[in-house]
């Protein structure tokens, strides 16, 4: 029986898919669009124009690299401010030109750095965090490798949030939990298991509304799984109106960790 540090190992795995696998692999005619129109282009956040069975959507994904010299390039998936601009900005689009967003989320927080601190790393968080909870356009988001802190979180106030079954999702990564608690990042697996991480946690705790399954490690039979879903998934929010897609996402979040009446 896999451990949840188990599940954190497999999220970080150098032979998963990364975010933009998932853009390119599932959507037609990728357009990338860059820049947050106030700083620089964040190479950490990939997102832009495509098409899903002739239906345009706003693609966004935190891409970490598969090799040194890419996960280099993408600061290892730790996105700084201007990243989280940039995504914020293709939403407001998404909604002015009224398409569906769905983002990619793998990281294991945001970039830390003293210049991202300095150009407002926890302001662009909590903007895209509020912006999001109103926009008026259905938005869908699925963690696909880690998810860390208010770093996944920026690109997760959705409709609905899937997670990959080896995926994990946490306030905090299980090493720097142990460092915080016991001093010892040895701990790390110990934290783990406290953290509910996993995505069966996850979905037990309502977090999240859906498992997907990675079919055995078929990169393409899963590619293909999550196209025809995240049509079906689009059909179903065609019928509610804008407004009535903005309170469905306020009130999801709004009664997470409220607890059922017997």
């Known amino acids: 029986m896999k451990s949840a540090y188990?599940?954190?190992?497999?999220?970080?795995?150098?032979?998963?898919?990364?975010g933009l696998d998932y853009?390119?692999?599932i959507f037609k005619g990728f357009i990338e669009l860059h820049g947050d129109r106030r700083f620089a282009d964040d190479p950490s956040v990939v997102g832009g124009l495509a098409w899903l069975d002739d239906t345009p959507f706003t693609v966004i994904a935190i891409e970490r690299g598969r090799d040194t010299k890419s996960r280099i390039k993408r600061n290892?998936?730790?996105?700084?401010?201007?990243?989280?601009?940039?995504?914020?900005?293709?939403?407001?689009q998404a909604e002015k030109f009224n398409r569906p967003v769905v983002c990619f989320v793998d990281t294991c927080g945001a970039y830390p750095g003293v210049g991202a601190e300095e150009r407002g790393q926890g302001q662009a968080i909590a903007e895209n965090i509020m912006?999001?909870?109103?926009?008026?356009?259905?938005?869908l988001s699925i963690l696909v490798g880690e998810g860390g802190s208010g770093g996944a979180l920026a690109l997760a106030v959705a409709n609905e949030v899937w997670m990959l079954e080896n995926a994990t999702?946490?306030?905090?990564?299980?090493e720097s939990c142990a460092n915080i608690l016991w001093r010892d990042p040895e701990k790390a697996p110990e934290a783990a298991e406290s953290l509910r991480l996993t995505a069966q946690d996850n979905y037990e705790l309502g977090v999240v509304e859906r498992i997907i399954s990675e079919k055995g490690g078929d990169a393409q039979r899963l590619f293909a799984s999550l196209a025809a879903d995240i049509l079906s998934?689009?059909?179903?929010?065609?019928?509610?109106?804008?407004?009535?897609?903005a309170e469905m996402r306020y009130r999801r979040f709004r009664q997470l960790g409220v607890p059922k009446a017997p």
């Open 76 to 92: 290892f998936g730790m996105a700084h401010p201007e990243g989280y601009r940039k995504a914020l900005r293709l939403m407001r």
């Open 169 to 174: 999702y946490s306030v905090i990564a299980p």
């Open 233 to 245: 998934w689009y059909m179903k929010m065609k019928a509610y109106t804008p407004e009535e897609l």
């Open 23 to 25: 853009i390119t692999h």
């Open 131 to 139: 912006e999001m909870t109103a926009l008026r356009v259905p938005i």
């Open 6 to 18: 188990d599940y954190v190992k497999t999220a970080r795995s150098n032979d998963r898919q990364t």
